[in-house]
């Protein structure tokens, strides 16, 4: 076919939409229950983003629900994928998921505290590792006391677990 015939709109690239956050394959995904109202919510905002849909010209407006689609999809999946881990009642013993956790950095007197929780969660920022994360994975089923190393690419780091509470 020649080319006099090709409408140029159809040879446009779909825009790139971003993925979520890293599950490695057959990891669960498992959600504090906060984690998954916050997923809830974000569902509810890109639905309304989408209905209340602006553009200056088609062609926006195209890649713009393409993107919102997209969004809306792979959220809708992970949603669907997500297990609600309840935190549990009694005072932990060991670090598990949804714990908060406080850590002594080497031998020095600095501390910093994280929560063990999902992929979605995860926010380093807030203090929020995720449960498949380097560090989080040292932790796991650790006791107050213990001291763990995490090997990075430039030497290690030694943490010892300090206190591990259900609640912050």
Do not use: C, W
């Not at 090709?6 to 984690?35: H, I, M, W």
């Not at 910093?112 to 590792?129: H, R, W």
């Amino acid at each position: 076919m020649s080319r006099a015939f090709v409408n140029e709109d159809d040879l446009r690239e779909s825009p790139f939409v971003p993925p979520r956050a890293d599950l490695p394959d057959g990891v669960p995904n498992y959600v504090t229950p906060s984690g998954m109202e916050s997923l809830l919510k974000e569902k509810e905002a890109l639905q309304l983003e989408l209905k209340q849909l602006n553009a200056s010209n088609e062609h926006e407006k195209q890649n713009a629900i393409a993107v919102l689609s997209t969004r809306l999809q792979m959220l809708e999946a992970r949603i669907a994928s997500a297990q609600v881990i309840e935190p549990e009642e009694s005072i932990p013993e060991t670090v598990r998921f949804g714990n908060f956790v406080t850590l002594q950095i080497g031998e020095t007197k600095q501390y910093q505290q994280f929560q063990v929780v999902g992929v979605d969660e995860a926010n380093l920022k807030k203090g929020k590792i995720a449960f498949t994360s380097p560090l989080a994975r040292l932790l796991i089923n650790r006791k107050a006391g213990e001291t763990i190393t995490l090997n990075l690419e430039h030497g290690s780091r030694v943490f010892k677990i300090v206190d591990i509470r259900q609640k912050n």
